[in-house]
């Protein structure tokens, strides 16, 4: 009995390594050497130990390939943020390649059964026949998860070069879209850094700066608001082009949990995303796992770790396809590690020590390298394609099936529409890009006579916008404009269960666009021509404004950056500096300070005004440790730091701290402030990223809403005309954020500009647990100190270029410190 059970861990262990060669050495399936493998052009194979590929090196590798495979087609689609080649391969049998146009022409009209006319069904029985499944494969978007964009070399090597019959099924039932890296940039900063430190103490850390210019890690949070060039890119060229009905985003985890996570994902799902989709990755996930299980490979979870809420992540599930995530464990960027079992350590969800239905068989520890990680990768991204070609024509119907219900005319009583406002502000014009972009249809009225709407007949003005529902993508507009009500989820000793990201996403309330739900049909007259796009507002004085840059890269500080370069167009003259770069017709004045500049004092010479972007208290006081990085980049602003703030602010230069940072500001420069939610358990208070509503004080000049004034003709040339007021009632991001209380009796160097309400629920959109103790509590206060000041935002009034309904308040405080 012990012989044949050994003979059969043999086997099965045979068959993993069988597997992982294949998946992982190309070489090995074909003879086809002409056609250059990697490592013909890296010097060396994706996967070896302390070894980077530069992002020239990819392009050129994928270059090649296609010159000599004819089932690689190569293109460029872009420049990146930092000007690097945006690129893609389409992979398939050599006469689909000549046959592109015409499958894209079945995805299109797949996509929108509406173009399929009478007999829809049977038209589109007829397109499932003759279509391909699309599968997009992305890699590389976190630039320090090494694996996927060095995996995607390997996927690409076999796809053009074996003559397996499993490959050649592949090749002729699908259409791969491969992006070897979704951040080009950050492969270079990443392996710069990983190069530059290899063989010293510090090998295998994470480089002292965010790996995409702007978002950092939130550059996969992107997918609804499209305000990064790479995911514009994606989304423009590949999504709205192909439709994909699966994409495998292809990830990778921390050290110390499972060896791989697969779909399905955890509860929450968000309520727009179609039955079908669920089903979809629910499928698929499965199959990989339970074949990668039987292979032998071990440490595999599902149903944990990651849920399907928020559409920053999940463009594909609003569009007809199925995201399919998988996560592999991480080594030291490409430097082994050795995990021992008692290290292990459990997750949401799943404990890596012991067997679950979700979870198994158990990885007992060992050894980790970056071979390990494209081991995984390949092989489950093989699964995925023999998934999708041996069930083209179900991939194909699910997607049709998708699209439509998406179209079909609404019942009577069901959401039938929303209105956007034409008395909103400019942010309209954002929201209404956001949707088109997305593919939503937003159709421009003339004017609309009567909506039956008891008690009283209403008119509607000209150049309202509607967003019908029934139409492909109606879903993925009820998403981003209706408010999220996110279930109240605890475990077992009634703790909240911490969402995978946040919990609201509505851009209406984040942009202060008045948007309407319609409940019934509605009659209207199109006009040919779009809203006119919002005009300039007027300029502010020349500030000088610097940014704390921590060597602890903060996801903030790049979005802070971001905002002000990008989204400033109220702020139409501001004078360069340092971090210049041109922008239309304007320079951004835009410095950054790090720890030994801001040590060194004398601060007030140089700026105006600083801001001090979301990270944690700690973190801004200490930064890295000594010893844990090189020491020029270790340590934080100090006691010297603290000390050159306060001299800053005393000489009448403003200090503006967001978010958690306001918290460094109470603590190190003694402000008469507590926050009144710091340290209480989740049980207790909890807004895990919510919209909560705020009123202002509306006589602050931090209230000015330089947006609303536009360059009307009676205004040219007039310096003296007035600035309008943001309302009166606005909105807040929090997340992991402090909530203001004055210590003493009305403190007169303090000003309260806005507060929770009394008597109001906080809570817009989202999720928030103990909202009572916040009620009244302040959001944003100004403390004047010497001849300065320091703005603290309770709140993030910038977050992830989304939320312009505070962007006046920002940028307000941000110039208010003129030269």
């Given at each position: 009995m012990r012989k044949h059970r050994a003979l059969i861990l043999l086997a099965v262990l045979l068959a993993a390594v069988s597997i992982g060669s294949r998946f992982d050495n190309p070489k090995a399936a074909s003879p086809a050497f002409a056609i250059p493998a990697p490592e013909d052009v890296l010097g060396f194979k994706p996967g070896d130990d302390r070894k980077l590929a530069s992002w020239d090196k990819v392009v050129e590798y994928f270059q090649k390939l296609a010159a000599t495979s004819d089932r690689v087609k190569f293109a460029e689609l872009g420049k990146t943020t930092m000007g690097a080649?945006?690129?893609?391969?389409?992979?398939?049998?050599?006469?689909?390649?000549?046959?592109?146009?015409?499958?894209?022409?079945?995805?299109?009209?797949?996509?929108?059964?509406?173009?399929?006319?009478?007999?829809?069904?049977?038209?589109?029985?007829?397109?499932?026949k003759r279509g391909k499944t699309i599968v997009m494969i992305t890699c590389g978007i976190h630039s320090d998860e090494v694996g996927s964009y060095l995996s995607s070399m390997l996927i690409a090597h076999r796809l053009a070069s074996s003559s397996e019959p499993e490959i050649q099924q592949v090749l002729d039932n699908t259409i791969i879209l491969l992006v070897p890296s979704l951040n080009p940039d950050g492969v270079d900063i990443v392996k710069n850094w990983y190069d530059k430190t290899l063989g010293t103490p510090y090998e295998g850390t994470d480089p002292p700066e965010l790996y995409h210019k702007y978002t950092g890690h939130d550059d996969n949070r992107d997918w609804y608001a499209f305000t990064q060039i790479e995911t514009q890119l994606t989304v423009d060229k590949i999504h709205n082009v192909w439709h994909p009905q699966i994409v495998h985003d292809i990830h990778q985890q921390g050290e110390y949990g499972s060896r791989l996570f697969l779909p399905p994902y955890m509860q929450p799902v968000e309520p727009n995303v179609p039955k079908q989709i669920v089903a979809g990755y629910t499928e698929l996930g499965s199959y990989i796992a339970k074949e990668m299980r039987a292979a032998g490979f071990k440490g595999i979870t599902t149903d944990s770790t990651y849920d399907a809420w928020?559409?920053?992540?999940?463009?594909?599930?609003?569009?007809?396809?199925?995201?399919?995530?998988?996560?592999?464990?991480?080594?030291?960027?490409?430097?082994?590690?050795?995990?021992?079992?008692?290290?292990?350590?459990?997750?949401?969800?799943?404990?890596?020590?012991?067997?679950?239905?979700?979870?198994?068989?158990?990885?007992?520890?060992?050894?980790?390298?970056?071979?390990?990680?494209?081991?995984?990768?390949?092989?489950?991204?093989?699964?995925?394609?023999?998934?999708?070609?041996?069930?083209?024509?179900?991939?194909?119907?699910?997607?049709?099936?998708?699209?439509?219900?998406?179209?079909?005319?609404?019942?009577?009583?069901?959401?039938?529409?929303?209105?956007i406002s034409s008395k909103s502000n400019w942010t309209s014009y954002y929201l209404e890009a956001i949707l088109k972009r997305g593919g939503v249809e937003v159709i421009y009225t003339k004017r609309t006579p009567i909506i039956k709407n008891p008690p009283s007949p209403r008119l509607w003005a000209a150049q309202e916008a509607l967003v019908r529902l029934d139409q492909p993508y109606g879903g993925f507009a009820k998403a981003l404009l209706e408010a999220q009500h996110y279930p109240d989820l605890r475990n077992s000793s009634g703790h909240p269960i911490q969402p995978y990201d946040v919990t609201a996403h509505t851009l209406p309330l984040l942009m202060n666009v008045q948007v309407e739900p319609l409940f019934q049909p509605i009659k209207y007259e199109s006009l040919a021509?779009?809203?006119?796009?919002?005009?300039?507002?007027?300029?502010?004085?020349?500030?000088?404004?610097?940014?704390?840059?921590?060597?602890?890269?903060?996801?903030?500080?790049?979005?802070?950056?971001?905002?002000?370069?990008?989204?400033?167009?109220?702020?139409?003259?501001?004078?360069?500096?340092?971090?210049?770069?041109?922008?239309?017709?304007?320079?951004?004045?835009?410095?950054?300070?790090?720890?030994?500049?801001?040590?060194?004092?004398?601060?007030?010479?140089?700026?105006?005004?600083?801001?001090?972007?979301?990270?944690?208290?700690?973190?801004?006081?200490?930064?890295?440790?000594?010893?844990?990085?090189?020491?020029?980049?270790?340590?934080?602003?100090?006691?010297?730091?603290?000390k050159a703030l306060r001299e800053f602010v005393e000489q009448g230069g403003t200090l503006v701290c967001l978010n958690r940072a306001s918290d460094f500001a109470i603590e190190q420069l003694k402000l008469p402030l507590r926050d009144v939610v710091g340290g209480l358990p989740r049980t207790e208070f909890y807004a895990p990223g919510s919209i909560l509503r705020i009123e202002l004080e509306r006589t602050n000049p931090?209230?000015?809403?330089?947006?609303?004034?536009?360059?009307?003709?009676?205004?040219?040339?007039?310096?003296?005309?007035?600035?309008?007021?943001?309302?009166?009632?606005?909105?807040?991001?929090?997340?992991?954020?402090?909530?203001?209380?004055?210590?003493?009796?009305?403190?007169?160097?303090?000003?309260?500009?806005?507060?929770?309400?009394?008597?109001?629920?906080?809570?817009?959109s989202g999720w928030l647990l103990g909202g009572e103790r916040i009620k009244g509590k302040a959001a944003l206060v100004e403390v004047t100190m010497g001849k300065g000041r320091i703005i603290l935002f309770g709140f993030r009034p910038q977050y992830r270029g989304q939320s312009l309904a505070t962007y006046p308040l920002f940028f307000n405080a941000i110039t208010s410190g003129s030269h």
């Amino acid at each position: 009995m012990r012989k044949h059970r050994a003979l059969i861990l043999l086997a099965v262990l045979l068959a993993a390594v069988s597997i992982g060669s294949r998946f992982d050495n190309p070489k090995a399936a074909s003879p086809a050497f002409a056609i250059p493998a990697p490592e013909d052009v890296l010097g060396f194979k994706p996967g070896d130990d302390r070894k980077l590929a530069s992002w020239d090196k990819v392009v050129e590798y994928f270059q090649k390939l296609a010159a000599t495979s004819d089932r690689v087609k190569f293109a460029e689609l872009g420049k990146t943020t930092m000007g690097a080649p945006f690129v893609m391969a389409t992979i398939s049998a050599p006469e689909n390649l000549a046959r592109l146009d015409e499958y894209r022409k079945i995805q299109e009209q797949l996509a929108d059964p509406r173009k399929l006319g009478p007999n829809a069904d049977q038209k589109a029985a007829d397109l499932i026949k003759r279509g391909k499944t699309i599968v997009m494969i992305t890699c590389g978007i976190h630039s320090d998860e090494v694996g996927s964009y060095l995996s995607s070399m390997l996927i690409a090597h076999r796809l053009a070069s074996s003559s397996e019959p499993e490959i050649q099924q592949v090749l002729d039932n699908t259409i791969i879209l491969l992006v070897p890296s979704l951040n080009p940039d950050g492969v270079d900063i990443v392996k710069n850094w990983y190069d530059k430190t290899l063989g010293t103490p510090y090998e295998g850390t994470d480089p002292p700066e965010l790996y995409h210019k702007y978002t950092g890690h939130d550059d996969n949070r992107d997918w609804y608001a499209f305000t990064q060039i790479e995911t514009q890119l994606t989304v423009d060229k590949i999504h709205n082009v192909w439709h994909p009905q699966i994409v495998h985003d292809i990830h990778q985890q921390g050290e110390y949990g499972s060896r791989l996570f697969l779909p399905p994902y955890m509860q929450p799902v968000e309520p727009n995303v179609p039955k079908q989709i669920v089903a979809g990755y629910t499928e698929l996930g499965s199959y990989i796992a339970k074949e990668m299980r039987a292979a032998g490979f071990k440490g595999i979870t599902t149903d944990s770790t990651y849920d399907a809420w928020s559409p920053s992540r999940a463009y594909s599930h609003y569009h007809g396809g199925v995201r399919m995530l998988s996560e592999t464990a991480s080594c030291k960027i490409a430097t082994p590690i050795t995990v021992k079992f008692e290290e292990l350590r459990p997750g949401q969800n799943y404990d890596p020590r012991k067997e679950a239905a979700n979870f198994g068989p158990v990885w007992q520890g060992g050894e980790w390298h970056l071979r390990d990680i494209t081991t995984h990768m390949a092989t489950a991204a093989f699964l995925l394609l023999r998934h999708a070609a041996e069930n083209r024509e179900l991939w194909l119907r699910r997607f049709y099936e998708i699209e439509k219900e998406a179209v079909r005319p609404r019942l009577r009583g069901e959401l039938w529409g929303f209105r956007i406002s034409s008395k909103s502000n400019w942010t309209s014009y954002y929201l209404e890009a956001i949707l088109k972009r997305g593919g939503v249809e937003v159709i421009y009225t003339k004017r609309t006579p009567i909506i039956k709407n008891p008690p009283s007949p209403r008119l509607w003005a000209a150049q309202e916008a509607l967003v019908r529902l029934d139409q492909p993508y109606g879903g993925f507009a009820k998403a981003l404009l209706e408010a999220q009500h996110y279930p109240d989820l605890r475990n077992s000793s009634g703790h909240p269960i911490q969402p995978y990201d946040v919990t609201a996403h509505t851009l209406p309330l984040l942009m202060n666009v008045q948007v309407e739900p319609l409940f019934q049909p509605i009659k209207y007259e199109s006009l040919a021509v779009e809203r006119l796009e919002f005009l300039q507002g007027k300029g502010v004085p020349f500030t000088r404004i610097a940014i704390y840059k921590s060597h602890v890269p903060a996801i903030d500080e790049g979005w802070t950056r971001w905002v002000i370069r990008h989204d400033a167009n109220f702020l139409s003259e501001i004078v360069r500096g340092q971090d210049e770069e041109e922008n239309g017709t304007r320079t951004i004045n835009l410095w950054s300070l790090e720890d030994r500049e801001a040590s060194a004092g004398n601060l007030r010479a140089k700026f105006d005004t600083i801001i001090i972007p979301d990270q944690p208290a700690r973190t801004i006081l200490n930064g890295h440790s000594q010893g844990t990085m090189p020491a020029a980049h270790s340590g934080g602003l100090g006691a010297d730091g603290v000390k050159a703030l306060r001299e800053f602010v005393e000489q009448g230069g403003t200090l503006v701290c967001l978010n958690r940072a306001s918290d460094f500001a109470i603590e190190q420069l003694k402000l008469p402030l507590r926050d009144v939610v710091g340290g209480l358990p989740r049980t207790e208070f909890y807004a895990p990223g919510s919209i909560l509503r705020i009123e202002l004080e509306r006589t602050n000049p931090l209230t000015y809403d330089r947006s609303q004034v536009m360059n009307v003709p009676e205004n040219k040339g007039n310096p003296d005309w007035s600035y309008d007021r943001v309302p009166p009632d606005s909105i807040a991001w929090i997340e992991n954020s402090p909530v203001f209380e004055v210590i003493g009796a009305g403190d007169e160097n303090v000003h309260i500009i806005a507060r929770y309400p009394k008597d109001k629920d906080p809570l817009l959109s989202g999720w928030l647990l103990g909202g009572e103790r916040i009620k009244g509590k302040a959001a944003l206060v100004e403390v004047t100190m010497g001849k300065g000041r320091i703005i603290l935002f309770g709140f993030r009034p910038q977050y992830r270029g989304q939320s312009l309904a505070t962007y006046p308040l920002f940028f307000n405080a941000i110039t208010s410190g003129s030269h």
